[in-house]
């Protein structure tokens, strides 16, 4: 029965990211779960994320990114896409062979290192686990999206990094599956943010891949970001990770970039004079 579960929610989210919507749930109802037993479930499913990510490292799967900014009446006034073939070595090293990026039509802002390191770190996997004990986390209750039954937890970060030190770290909510205790949906952003570098908050769906994992599947955001200089740009993300399969990770595919060790310069959307 638990596999047929499995099978129908990969389905549904698959479906729901393809129409590029998802269903909305009902409002949070707050738990009365003891310390203990909260301690004890962010245990599991933070470790379960480890095991997840180790798994990650035996495939390979597709990445369509596309970033406007929206004008007046609604109309997208740039464009920014990035596809990608993904993959990771055995140590947890990210590499893209990028297979299709356009000219950036992008005027009010620009794209930077920081905001691609979020686009494959922060934005689907919200928690790298080496990261784990830098955080606060806080039960907020249950909440049941379609037929998922899922615990809802607040993540903040103890202290906010130095945005000159390069490290990323999420802030927002989790929602972890009440049955497998991993991660199915996140929303919020990265940090740290400056009067100069902002970032949008971002809600990432994952799916089930072969009965064992919850693989990101869908990413979007609809924010506005507001700059340091009163400069409001309107922007929307939109993201899918498709055709997960199990490959050699620890080969590197011709002409493929190791994104995981990229110098971070300390600048992200910028708004331009």
């Not at 749930?25 to 738990?31: A, F, H, K």
């Not at 039960?139 to 970060?157: M, S």
């Not at 989790?174 to 497998?180: A, C």
């Not at 498709?242 to 708004?271: F, H, L, N």
């Amino acid at each position: 029965m638990l596999m047929l579960r499995k099978i129908f929610l990969a389905f549904s989210v698959s479906l729901f990211a393809a129409a590029g919507v998802f269903a909305q749930g009902s409002t949070v109802t707050p738990g009365s779960l003891s310390k203990a037993d909260v301690d004890a479930m962010v245990a599991k499913f933070t470790a379960n994320e480890s095991s997840f990510r180790e798994a990650l490292t035996s495939y390979v799967f597709n990445r369509y990114a596309t970033i406007n900014t929206i004008g007046l009446g609604g109309q997208i006034s740039g464009t920014y896409r990035r596809d990608s073939f993904m993959t990771f070595t055995s140590d947890g090293r990210r590499f893209e062979k990028i297979i299709f990026s356009p000219v950036s039509t992008l005027t009010d802002m620009s794209i930077t290192p920081q905001d691609l390191e979020d686009l494959g770190g922060v934005n689907p996997f919200a928690l790298e686990p080496k990261n784990i004990a830098q955080y606060n986390f806080t039960y907020l209750g249950k909440e049941k999206i379609d037929e998922l039954n899922l615990h809802v937890f607040e993540v903040t970060p103890k202290v906010i990094p130095d945005h000159k030190t390069g490290l990323r770290l999420f802030s927002g909510r989790v929602w972890v599956d009440d049955e497998d205790l991993m991660i199915v949906k996140s929303k919020g952003k990265a940090v740290p943010e400056t009067k100069n570098d902002k970032y949008p908050t971002v809600e990432t769906w994952r799916e089930n891949i072969d009965g064992k994992y919850w693989f990101p599947s869908f990413a979007s955001a609809d924010d506005e970001l507001v700059f340091g200089s009163g400069q409001v740009v309107k922007m929307r993300l939109r993201v899918k990770y498709t055709d997960y399969k199990m490959g050699r990770t620890d080969v590197i595919v011709g002409d493929a970039e190791d994104v995981s060790d990229q110098p971070q310069p300390a600048a992200s959307p910028t708004p331009k004079p």
